[in-house]
């Protein structure tokens, strides 16, 4: 059954977010005088930052710990590492880091010219376990929102990727049936498990080409070859 309705997740997907934020932490080590309290260098405080970062992301998906908890606790857990047990310096790096990285722009290739072209023959929207207020600016501020209908955090269903409700609560929302639907992603838990399990095909964004034994419809390494597929 052809295509009507394409879902993207945002993060990592469209949105670089390893670049976005690895300028902005930058911004924020210089800002806090963290090199002169103790941390040995940029990239070691990021390269910590994003494991931590990573693994409280986990946490918040499996609702094990609150978005305060992430947001404030991976600033706390890092600036350990360098033996700087500070929390409040955590919170108000935590909290200048949300007021920050959302206008951070860089994109990945071919974002555009793939929406562009897709825009003309779908309905597309985006499903992200993201916070709403975090997701609405990144997207306005590198000019993606005119592409989509649909903006679905997990704030907003009230349900975080994997979890099923999370994409029938989508399929609600845009009165789309999960056999004419496409979930485009990076995480092959978040997105393609949780699209496959509710019986919608999937594209599996792996610009790494990371080694899996999942049974998927679609993986690719770069955006432009969804032109291709669709
Ligand atoms: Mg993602």
Do not use: C
Not at 129 to 152: A, C, D, M
Request: net charge negative; glycine share 4%; hydrophobic share 40%.
């Amino acid at each position: 059954m052809p295509y009507e309705t394409i879902f993207f997740d945002l993060d990592h997907t469209l949105w670089d977010f390893e670049k976005n934020s690895s300028e902005a932490l930058s911004e924020l080590i210089a800002k806090f005088n963290l090199l002169q309290k103790g941390v040995s260098s940029v990239d070691s405080f990021l390269k910590e930052y994003f494991i931590i970062n990573l693994r409280l992301w986990e946490d918040y998906r499996k609702n094990i710990i609150s978005k305060e908890s992430l947001r404030y606790d991976r600033f706390h857990q890092a600036l350990k590492k360098f033996e700087i047990d500070d929390f409040e310096l955590a919170k108000a790096i935590g909290n200048e880091y949300v007021a920050i990285a959302p206008y951070k722009t860089n994109l990945f290739p071919y974002s555009i010219e793939v929406l562009k072209y897709l825009k003309n023959k779908y309905m597309l929207h985006i499903i992200t376990n993201g916070f709403e207020e975090v997701q609405h600016l990144k997207l306005r501020n590198s000019e993606l929102t005119p592409y989509f209908s649909e903006v679905i955090t997990s704030e907003r269903s009230g349900f975080k990727k994997p979890d099923e409700r999370m994409f029938l609560f989508s399929l609600d929302l845009t009165r789309a049936n999960a056999e004419t639907s496409l979930m485009i992603g990076d995480s092959l838990e978040a997105d393609i498990i949780g699209a496959k399990n509710i019986g919608m095909h999937q594209v599996y964004f792996n610009p790494e080409g990371i080694p899996h034994e999942e049974d998927l419809t679609h993986e690719i390494r770069s955006l432009n070859e969804l032109m291709t597929i669709l």
